[in-house]
T-cell receptor, first 110, second 113 residues
Framework: GQNIDQPTEMTATEGAIVQINCTYQ??????LFWYQQHAGEAPTFLSYNVLDGLEEKGRFSSFLSRSKGYSYLLLKELQMKDSASYLCAVRETRGYALNFGKGTSLLVTP | EAGVAQSPRYKIIEKRQSVAFWCNPISGHATLYWYQQILGQGPKLLIQFQNNGVVDDSQLPKDRFSAERLKGVDSTLKIQPAKLEDSAVYLCASRPTVNTEAFFGQGTRLTVV
């Protein structure tokens, strides 16, 4: 089984940087994913980490520490359209099931 | 490339009725997931298929939920009978291989009244 924790809500200002943390406990880790979900829409893939370290993709970066069971998503140069829910998901080795946290609702203000 | 197709987009039923959802994954994607997403929460995995076989259905309430993927392509999820607490968005997702991300459909929003 898994336990995935993320903050419920965060607020940040347009143009700023925000870090969304995710901690997890799992019996068999096989990768960590971040998805973005706008209200009423399907989740869309942002990033994937399977090894420790930082993965950078434009304004978005994701970090993983497997020994600490910890990841974060870093969003730079925030834009209003970044207001959305950010979902942390852990993939298990058994069957490669993808299990999600409850999501962090990010509000970007002017 | 066409995305994951789901239908219907919306469904309203009375409690104790039955309902079925349909998903057509991206062509060639062997793995198919069904998730339940209650308002304000993250998606909860209900069942995972690899081709036409079930990999994980540990969180599927089997007394009322069933799912099949007979030919290893499209899939149906059924609820019979529905309860008020089944009101949620039902998301279907697929992925081609192990080390790739999953792609989601738009979901079916179910309201049980």
């Amino acid at each position: 089984g898994q336990n995935i924790d993320q903050p419920t809500e965060m607020t940040a200002t347009e143009g700023a940087i925000v870090q969304i943390n995710c901690t997890y406990q799992t019996s068999g880790f096989n990768g960590l994913f971040w998805y973005q979900q706008h209200a009423g829409e399907a989740p869309t893939f942002l990033s994937y980490n399977v090894l420790d370290g930082l993965e950078e993709k434009g304004r978005f970066s994701s970090f993983l520490s497997r020994s600490k069971g910890y990841s974060y998503l870093l969003l730079k140069e925030l834009q209003m359209k970044d207001s959305a829910s950010y979902l942390c998901a852990v993939r298990e080795t058994r069957g490669y099931a993808l299990n999600f946290g409850k999501g962090t609702s990010l509000l970007v203000t002017p | 490339e066409a995305g994951v197709a789901q239908s219907p987009r919306y469904k309203i039923i009375e409690k104790r009725q039955s309902v079925a959802f349909w998903c057509n994954p991206i062509s060639g994607h062997a793995t198919l997931y069904w998730y339940q997403q209650i308002l304000g929460q993250g998606p909860k995995l209900l069942i995972q298929f690899q081709n036409n076989g079930v990999v994980d259905d540990s969180q599927l309430p089997k007394d009322r939920f069933s799912a099949e993927r007979l030919k290893g392509v499209d899939s149906t999820l059924k609820i019979q009978p529905a309860k008020l607490e089944d009101s949620a968005v039902y998301l279907c997702a697929s992925r081609p291989t192990v080390n790739t991300e999953a792609f989601f459909g738009q979901g079916t929003r179910l309201t049980v009244v």
